[in-house]
């Protein structure tokens, strides 16, 4: 082909010179050229049938990788014959090489992309010419993620720290802490622990950076005078201090893949299994699961253009999940970029979860440059100005006065603890929030608060239904958070800025209690049959086509008088009944009153 075509990518036509830029001029191969195409006949020093005259080659010598790019008016099953006699030949000239081979039409804007490593060959699902370096990474070993691993040698990494004094609440702080460092080239062995600190510390402010929105001191003041310079850590044995970082470099960071789009938690892993060990009395930590993030951001419709604000962050487990998924679904490093810098949004007011979140994001590839250690209820221009149009909410269900603001705090009455278990959050923030732009707030609840219909939690049941419309509920599993807080929770899902009554749709309601997890000793909740990924697919499912299932899910009109929950409109199916069933209902029952007693 001409060196004159174009190629028209997303309608627009891209002339070759573009293409060259984008892949990377620095990698053009113009050393073969005959008619403006690299030659196979030169290249090789022989002559050679059929096709062998290659479009466009692009090739780094130090990572060994070739990019072949054949252009078409439009793209056929023939091109990809002729396309792989240039692979053929490629591999030919230079055995050792992993190739991408770019099928491109200058018609009808496709691209077809494979990925190729000696007999080993994947069509990927890209849509956008990219450069060289990110196809590059396409070939770069990664870490495998093992969720029951990781939890597996944690727990006997808890007794390596125990052993060795570190307090149980500074455990997985600490723990994050180390593999951040170790994963970007923390040297240790041989030296003396001051010097270690001294290079973990030298790693984290070297990530944070410059950037002017990156309230670095606080993150620094929080990661170093709190975890680093902790006298449990100051006095660690430098042989000591030399076995743990090694048993986490060879026993914890194999097993978790940061680089991949799963978006896990990794502290709350960490926390899972430390938290098991801590006094009865800092349990009351509910710590969302990284699968049920990952269904509620499902459930949210995150995309590369969403702006996700978490205004009660915790240790950062929505972030990493929205992270990830818009990142999932970039083309470009300029939007991957974006996602990161400028589209995610985190507030936290506790200091501990606040580094949690810090470090986390720093794990997952910074992103933490918008997340700021404060009150939501101190921060409503800043949650104005964040103009999110996706909310993941999981706050404090049992906040004292000190924790929230003035204006609420004349209608608390005689309770120790917040009396809507969670639900002035939530509204408080979507009335910072709202604004002319569609936004989706999904949160999750006590069940008191959904059922609650009367006092202060039917008020503001009242008050969100005025302003903001209530899309669905769903019934979480009842354990959700085990070995954390014992709480029975509902997930709400609300678009804001409509009164509920001007939506013609019926609210969802879900009977989602059964995830597949099962308690196990020193591990926590596992999804033993790997089933999980199904059933998440079926809630999914339902919830998007708003499909009435008996005994699973349904849809009905409902007010601030009314209960939120499925549970009070199944019908119930008596043929089900059995003795295991009742045990199971009665359980869920005296949990269910346990919450919503004055015992917490």
Not at 46 to 63: A, E, M, N, S
Not at 330 to 352: A, L, M, Y
Not at 456 to 466: C, D, E, G, P
Request: aromatic residues 10%.
């Amino acid at each position: 082909m001409s060196a004159e075509n174009n190629l028209a990518v997303g309608g627009v036509g891209l002339p070759r010179y573009e293409i060259i830029r984008l892949i990377g001029s620095q990698y053009y191969d113009g050393g073969n050229i005959e008619g403006g195409e690299f030659s196979y006949c030169r290249a090789l020093g022989r002559t050679v049938d059929g096709h062998f005259k290659l479009d466009i080659r692009f090739y780094d010598p130090h990572r060994k990788v070739a990019v072949l790019v054949e252009t078409k008016q439009k793209i056929s099953k023939r091109d990809k014959k002729q396309l792989f006699a240039y692979v053929a030949l490629e591999q030919e000239y230079q055995p050792a090489n992993k190739i991408i081979a770019i099928l491109a039409g200058t018609k009808d804007s496709r691209i077809a992309v494979w990925k190729i490593s000696g007999d080993q060959e994947e069509e990927l699902d890209d849509v956008k010419i990219k450069s060289l370096e990110e196809y590059a990474t396409y070939f770069q070993e990664r870490n495998t993620n093992d969720r029951n691993a990781v939890l597996d040698n944690t727990a006997k990494l808890n007794k390596i720290l125990h052993d060795n004094g570190i307090d149980e609440k500074l455990r997985s702080q600490f723990v994050g802490t180390c593999m951040l460092a170790l994963k970007n080239g923390l040297v240790y062995k041989s030296l003396l622990t001051a010097q270690i600190i001294a290079g973990i510390k030298g790693i984290l402010e070297s990530m944070l950076g410059n950037e002017p929105n990156v309230d670095k001191a606080t993150k620094i003041a929080v990661l170093y005078s709190d975890i680093l310079q902790n006298s449990k850590v100051e006095n660690l044995k430098p042989k000591d201090f030399s076995h743990v970082l090694t048993f986490i470099k060879d026993n914890i960071v194999p097993y978790i893949d940061d680089t991949s789009y799963e978006g896990h938690d990794i502290l709350s892993y960490f926390f899972t299994t430390f938290n098991k060990y801590v006094g009865k009395g800092n349990k009351n930590q509910a710590y969302t699961p990284n699968h049920i993030a990952h269904f509620m951001c499902k459930v949210a419709g995150i995309s590369r253009n969403s702006r996700v604000l978490d205004p009660t962050c915790g240790s950062g487990t929505f972030l990493v999940q929205a992270m990830t998924q818009a990142l999932a679904k970039c083309e470009t490093d300029e939007e991957r970029k974006s996602v990161r810098r400028n589209q995610i949004f985190g507030i936290e007011v506790s200091r501990e979860a606040f580094g949690l979140s810090t470090t986390n994001m720093l794990i997952h590839g910074d992103g933490n440059s918008n997340i700021i250690k404060a009150s939501c209820f101190d921060k409503a221009e800043w949650i104005h100005a964040a103009k999110a149009n996706v909310i993941l909410m999981n706050p404090p269900y049992n906040a004292s006065k000190a924790e929230v603001d003035d204006a609420y705090k004349e209608e608390w009455g005689k309770a120790k603890t917040d009396p809507t278990k969670g639900l002035y959050f939530v509204y408080r923030v979507a009335e910072m929030a709202k604004s002319d732009r569609e936004i989706r707030l999904v949160a999750l609840l006590p069940m008191q608060c959904v059922v609650g219909t009367s006092g202060v939690i039917q008020n503001y049941k009242r008050a969100m239904l005025n302003n903001h419309t209530l899309d669905a509920v769903f019934s979480m599993p009842s354990e959700m958070f085990y070995p954390g807080a014992n709480a029975v929770v509902c997930c709400l899902v609300f678009k804001l800025g409509t009164p509920h009554n001007d939506s013609e749709k019926e609210t969802f309601f879900g009977y989602y209690r059964d995830d597949g997890f099962k308690k196990r000793k020193n591990i926590g909740r596992v999804d033993i049959k790997d089933s999980w990924k199904y059933i998440e697919q079926e809630w999914l499912s339902l919830y998007e086509h708003r499909e009435k299932k008996q005994g699973k899910s349904l849809t009905k009109k409902v007010t601030a008088d009314d209960e939120w929950c499925i549970e009070a409109y199944l019908d119930t199916d008596y043929s089900q009944l059995n003795e295991e069933s009742f045990e199971k209902v009665m359980r869920d029952y005296i949990a269910f009153q346990i919450q919503t007693s004055d015992l917490i």
